[in-house]
């Protein structure tokens, strides 16, 4: 479902939002599209475990423990930072994840780099027997295929299409099924546009950029400009943003308007790629810090 944004611009270019936040109420948003062919090939391969890596208020981790309760998968999350082993119920995202059966194992920050090397993958087998991997974030060629699926037939007015960038996987995807006429936008997360170079492997379209002044200081780093934004924008739109992600990206692109970066007329479509269950783990680190909170929307 595409909506309408109220931005109150005066010009003459145009913004819709599609709302993939609203797929499912648990696994929303690109989760959604990543998971769904993961999903059937473990099921092909007659896998009855899901094995797959997060951070402490990873949106992938959340959305893979609920959709392996959904489908009847047993599920094991590898989370970065040993500290947190006694400290689930403290966290809202790794106490949904446990709710919904989710089976940790907590590594040092050392161990979790090594998460794509063979040996330390062997080595959960012996621990934990045999599992369908899902990598970090989501990201294979089977979650760009699901992500392939996010534009349709009716986006094909839109000149530009947008989205925030984590792993690579969603843009890769809407990437891959733009018409000639399309250009996309990502928005990194992360500092730098080091994901350059592992999109253009997964892509065969040329049309698209990476737009790396939005990061706000790096991966679930916030200021208070961004919870004013995000307030405000949900109080005018009645749309929910998450603050690491496509609120980030929606600033980004509200800038770019008003710095002229379009040409007039130009037809926008934003992806909303759902993440919404992390706001409340943002909210506690923002009380910690005696920041202003981020209002949620019922």
């Given at each position: 479902m595409n909506q309408k944004?109220?931005?109150?611009?005066?010009?003459?270019?145009?913004?819709?939002?599609?709302?993939?936040?609203?797929?499912?109420?648990?696994?929303?948003?690109?989760?959604?599209?990543?998971?769904?062919?993961?999903?059937?090939?473990?099921?092909?391969?007659?896998?009855?475990?899901?094995?797959?890596?997060?951070?402490?208020?990873?949106?992938?981790?959340?959305?893979?423990?609920?959709?392996?309760?959904?489908?009847?998968?047993?599920?094991?999350?590898?989370?970065?930072?040993?500290?947190?082993?006694?400290?689930?119920?403290?966290?809202?995202?790794?106490?949904?994840?446990?709710?919904?059966?989710?089976?940790?194992?907590?590594?040092?920050?050392?161990?979790?780099?090594?998460?794509?090397?063979?040996?330390?993958?062997?080595?959960?087998k012996e621990e934990f027997g045999d599992f369908y991997l899902i990598p970090e974030g989501g990201t294979n060629q089977l979650a760009i295929k699901g992500c392939e699926e996010i534009l349709t037939e009716s986006d094909s007015e839109f000149d530009y299409i947008c989205c925030a960038v984590g792993t690579g996987g969603t843009i890769s995807g809407v990437i891959n099924s733009i018409l000639p006429h399309q250009k996309v936008l990502g928005f990194p997360a992360l500092k730098g546009d080091f994901l350059k170079e592992e999109i253009s492997n997964f892509v065969q379209h040329k049309n698209w950029q990476l737009i790396t002044d939005y990061h706000f200081g790096g991966y679930g780093k916030v200021n208070e400009l961004l919870i004013h934004f995000i307030n405000k924008f949900t109080v005018e739109n009645q749309i929910q943003l998450d603050p690491v992600y496509t609120a980030k990206m929606v600033f980004g692109v509200i800038d770019m308007i008003k710095n002229n970066y379009f040409p007039a007329n130009s037809k926008i479509l934003v992806i909303h790629t759902g993440g919404l269950q992390g706001i409340s783990g943002m909210n506690l680190k923002l009380k910690k810090k005696q920041l202003p909170t981020i209002v949620i929307n019922d």
């Amino acid at each position: 479902m595409n909506q309408k944004l109220n931005l109150s611009l005066s010009n003459s270019i145009s913004v819709q939002i599609k709302r993939e936040d609203l797929l499912h109420p648990f696994v929303s948003g690109n989760k959604f599209r990543k998971l769904k062919y993961n999903l059937l090939q473990a099921f092909i391969e007659n896998q009855n475990t899901i094995l797959t890596f997060g951070g402490a208020f990873s949106n992938h981790i959340a959305a893979v423990a609920y959709a392996g309760k959904e489908k009847g998968f047993k599920t094991i999350g590898i989370i970065r930072g040993h500290e947190l082993f006694d400290k689930i119920n403290e966290n809202p995202t790794l106490k949904f994840a446990q709710s919904c059966g989710m089976q940790f194992k907590f590594v040092s920050r050392e161990f979790y780099r090594l998460k794509s090397e063979i040996s330390f993958l062997e080595n959960l087998k012996e621990e934990f027997g045999d599992f369908y991997l899902i990598p970090e974030g989501g990201t294979n060629q089977l979650a760009i295929k699901g992500c392939e699926e996010i534009l349709t037939e009716s986006d094909s007015e839109f000149d530009y299409i947008c989205c925030a960038v984590g792993t690579g996987g969603t843009i890769s995807g809407v990437i891959n099924s733009i018409l000639p006429h399309q250009k996309v936008l990502g928005f990194p997360a992360l500092k730098g546009d080091f994901l350059k170079e592992e999109i253009s492997n997964f892509v065969q379209h040329k049309n698209w950029q990476l737009i790396t002044d939005y990061h706000f200081g790096g991966y679930g780093k916030v200021n208070e400009l961004l919870i004013h934004f995000i307030n405000k924008f949900t109080v005018e739109n009645q749309i929910q943003l998450d603050p690491v992600y496509t609120a980030k990206m929606v600033f980004g692109v509200i800038d770019m308007i008003k710095n002229n970066y379009f040409p007039a007329n130009s037809k926008i479509l934003v992806i909303h790629t759902g993440g919404l269950q992390g706001i409340s783990g943002m909210n506690l680190k923002l009380k910690k810090k005696q920041l202003p909170t981020i209002v949620i929307n019922d």
